[in-house]
């Protein structure tokens, strides 16, 4: 796909203008750039049609009316890949020293420094005040990603310490068992009372595709999930979405996008 052929939504341009200065010929560019660097790493549908420009966290209903909390919470945003829904939550006047990305692939955080870099081509300063973890959450130690290097994080400094976490498209990457693991850790690193927002692809019954290797939820399953896990005042708003499937195929898919409070 050439350069002509990317489609910038408005939220985009703004994104890009406000953080970075640069206008829409360069996202262009420096997309096609990361798009090309992401698919060698991992084959994700968001990388190949070039999604990950786009800051979809602002696709949340539940997300705006969180707005007014973001500038004095601590975020975790859970498979934050190159960084866009963080750096919309910057614009959108969160403190970057009280913003936490995840990943397992750190390659992809990297790849997001030179994505957000500034007009001038330089290292975004905004950047080098954003907190970016990569590893595995159930081990000790995670590594905290800097520009130039990285250093050791201790796992553990998460627990209870969190305001919100935010998972964008996650869930339904993970299996059954690996999903509910996931809610479980979301559950010990927020503080009493904390928010948990997110999206995931979901269906009106819950399935196993790629031979239980993933898992889609319906509204039913994944708010059984939450509560399970010691969720309440669970929200879920259904977005019926088109995707191609066979005649007789009698599911409906959906994008899930959710909102749940840790139990006091």
């Known amino acids: ?3 002509e052929e990317i489609t910038l939504q408005e939220e985009t341009i703004t994104l890009f203008k406000r953080y970075c200065g640069i206008d829409v010929s360069e996202i262009k560019r420096r997309g096609q750039s990361i798009r090309a660097g992401g698919l060698q790493i991992q084959s994700y549908r968001c990388i190949d049609s070039y999604r990950f420009l786009f800051p979809r966290i602002l696709s949340n209903p539940f997300y705006k009316r969180l707005r007014e909390k973001i500038p004095n919470s601590r975020i975790f945003d859970i498979g934050c890949a190159f960084g866009t829904d963080l750096r919309q939550m910057v614009v959108d006047g969160a403190n970057p020293e009280l913003l936490y990305g995840f990943d397992i692939h750190g390659r992809f955080i990297r790849m997001g420094f030179d994505l957000f870099r500034d007009h001038t081509g330089a290292i975004n300063p905004l950047d080098l005040k954003l907190n970016f973890l990569a590893g595995n959450l159930n081990e000790p130690y995670l590594n905290l990603i800097h520009i130039d290097d990285m250093t050791q994080f201790k796992t553990n400094t998460l627990d209870s310490a969190m305001d919100l976490v935010h998972a964008g498209s996650v869930l339904h990457l993970l299996s059954e068992t690996e999903g509910e693991e996931l809610i479980k850790k979301i559950n010990h ?11 995931t692809s979901g269906a009106s019954e819950k399935i196993y595709p790629e031979n239980r290797l993933t898992t889609i939820h319906s509204p039913k399953s994944l708010k059984e999930l939450l509560t399970s896990n010691g969720f309440a005042q669970i929200k879920i708003v259904a977005d019926e ?8 195929d009698a599911i409906t898919y959906f994008t899930l996008h959710f909102l749940a409070y840790k139990a006091i």
């Open 1 to 3: 796909m050439g350069a």
């Open 189 to 199: 690193i927020l503080k009493s009372g904390g928010i948990f927002i997110g999206r």
């Open 241 to 248: 979405r088109e995707v191609i499937k066979n005649p007789n």
